[in-house]
């Protein structure tokens, strides 16, 4: 498997909130032999055994969101700009004079710049960007132009536009929240499908994390898991806080959270992860979050409660066009996983 190009082909891909659609047709090309795979009307995709003879043991949940923080087409001015709103959480000052590609209702991709006051019209180091006050210029001079010639409406999806660049052990490109997390699902899936495992394993990218962690709560149900392990790409602080403060840095191993503003994480699943680093000399690092949260909020509170651990790669400058990740970070998370999938059963899950 071609985790390089696996990684940026899913990055690449437009896939905000609600339009994880062409994120998914890229995943279909990877899905190890040996496996299935389904989605449902969330855009939820799940992979499983094509013919599983593993009904009886625990089902292993391996969970990575496929969206990606974006905009949407609010409205449409006079002047051919367009009004949008935001899908997921922006620093405005990220999106001031970015390029954007939206796509229409053909399914067509058009480049757009988000509008800036420029020095010459008075912008300058006082200009605070509000998302309410911005629009995207795709180069249209009315409102008529945009919707036929361009056949873009209220509604259309819009997307950071950024290119993929790897050099050394980093990778600079949009949406390694949580693409990098994606591609750990595909390999994991990869690397154990020929073992004698004591649980059963099934993937699902999920939809819409990044609006309120929705799909996770469909795709739950789905799988009905017995415990779960989600991948993130989690922001990396080791460029942006004093030094004793740094929990997450690039290049030092995945990082698995103790508590975030959404889970307290099951401290014995946590403990055995940890443990199971440490024998097989896996770097990790360890993190007590006080915000933000991950599908692992919702997934460890469904059903009777699943034991879920959040696997975590770094990712500097999450939630912007160009973002920092490390492919040892990676590839050090997708071992961590398959160490621990190879590790559990039914007596183990119980004691969690």
Known sequence: MDSLNMIKDLTLAFGVSGFEDDVLEIAKKHV??????????MLNFYIEKAAPNTLSLP?????????????????IKPDGTLVFTTLGGWVPAALYAQKMIVKNLDGQLISGVVVAVMPHFGGNADTKPTIENMTLDIGASSKEEVVEKYKIAPGCPIAPASDFEQRGDIMIAKAFDCRIGCAAVLEVLNKVKDLQLGVNPVGVLTAQEEVGIRGAKVAVNHIKPQIAICF??????????APHMVQTSLGKGPMLRHIDGGMIT???FLRFALSLAQNKNIPIQE???????????????SHKGIPTIVIACPVRYAHSHNSIASISDYQNAVSLAVEIIKALNSEIIENF
């Open 232 to 241: 993130e790409g989690a922001p990396a602080d080791d460029t942006l806080v």
């Open 32 to 41: 190890p032999t040996g496996y299935s795979h389904r989605r449902d009307s």
């Open 266 to 268: 099951n401290p014995r």
């Open 59 to 75: 089902t292993i949940m391996i969970d990575a969101h496929s969206d990606e923080i974006g905009l949407m087409v609010h409205a």
């Open 287 to 301: 993190s007590v979050r006080t915000k933000g949260s991950t599908n692992g909020a919702s997934v460890s509170i």
